[in-house]
């Protein structure tokens, strides 16, 4: 039987380790976190974003737990393996940076859309 630990995502890191760039969740280092990783193995991270009975949820192997130090400050690095399982997810969905890099993109090529946008934003 798969022993899996269940966690909750803002979309931006969702996105990013759907999108294997991410391929370590930091969780810092804590008595309710010693007690669910230290106490027991797990095989996989079922991942959610959201707490909506829709949310996307994705199934990621667990490689292994480490304890670290990031920054002067004590963290378990959850090293993640392939992703096994992806639901409700779209990949037309895209972090909040993807999508600011594309607007000024598209603003660099039409210097107009700039004056445009700041008008309806100001009606608004």
């Known amino acids: 039987m798969k022993h899996i630990l269940h966690l909750h995502l803002p979309r931006q890191f969702f996105a990013q380790i759907a999108a294997s760039t991410k391929r370590t969740e930091y969780?810092?280092?804590s008595p309710h976190w010693q007690s669910r990783l230290e106490s027991k193995t797990y095989d996989a991270i079922c991942f959610r974003n959201?707490?909506?009975p829709d949310a996307p949820e994705m199934l990621v192997e667990l490689l292994s737990v480490r304890r670290i130090t990031k920054a002067s400050q004590p963290?378990?690095?959850l090293k993640l393996?392939?992703?096994?399982?992806?639901?409700r997810?779209?990949?037309l969905w895209t972090s909040a940076t993807q999508r600011n890099k594309?607007?000024?993109r598209e603003y660099k090529k039409?210097?107009?859309a700039i004056a445009d946008f700041r008008?309806?934003?100001v009606q608004n």
């Not at 393996?81 to 639901?87: C, E």
């Open 27 to 29: 969780r810092r280092r």
């Open 50 to 52: 959201g707490y909506a």
């Open 75 to 77: 963290y378990y690095a």
């Open 81 to 87: 393996g392939r992703i096994l399982k992806l639901t």
């Open 89 to 91: 997810w779209k990949r």
């Open 102 to 104: 594309n607007s000024r």
């Open 110 to 112: 039409n210097p107009e």
């Open 119 to 121: 008008d309806e934003y």
